[in-house]
């Protein structure tokens, strides 16, 4: 996936987090990205604090979707996915994970929030501990500001 696809989904992401606020929920959005980096095959908002974007995606994709053809897709997500939605997407067998700005960032922006218990395990450290390679691109510092925007006075208004 080349810098101005990994811009554009990323966006497009940011779009189904957007709606997902909207919606009452909290703004993280999440795409599948066929392995032509190009086709959306899926998207999701978040659902609630345990069906984050990036798990319910990756149940959804290994349920509809053989693991050999995941393993050539891409889950973009606006922020870097969680341990319980790393877990996810590695036993869905997605062969990457594109996310714009870090879980680092995302704690400094809602503190301690008690709806955002954010757990200080980067995704690389998860994934890490696995059996197969699985590609990590991000955070993608000249979109950062774009996935917080969201953000800003989600988590004060709640």
Known sequence: MNAEQIARH???????????????????GALLVAPDGETVLAE???????????STLARMA?????GE???????????????????????ANIG????????????????????N??????CREVLARGQKSIEVIGPVPELEA?????HRGFWASR
């Open 96 to 115: 990457r994970v594109v996310y714009g700005a870090s879980e680092e960032t995302l704690l400094a922006l809602t503190g301690n929030h008690s709806e």
């Open 10 to 28: 990323l966006r497009h992401a940011n779009a189904v987090a957007q709606r997902a606020a909207g919606m009452g929920r909290h703004p993280f």
């Open 69 to 91: 053809y995941l393993v050539r897709c891409t889950l973009v997500t606006t922020f870097e996915p969680c341990a319980m939605c790393t877990g996810t997407l590695y036993w």
């Open 62 to 66: 290994a349920g509809n979707w053989p």
């Open 117 to 122: 218990p954010t757990l200080s395990l980067p």
């Open 146 to 150: 774009e996935m917080l925007e969201p």
């Open 44 to 54: 999701q908002g978040n659902l609630d604090t345990v069906n984050h974007a990036e």
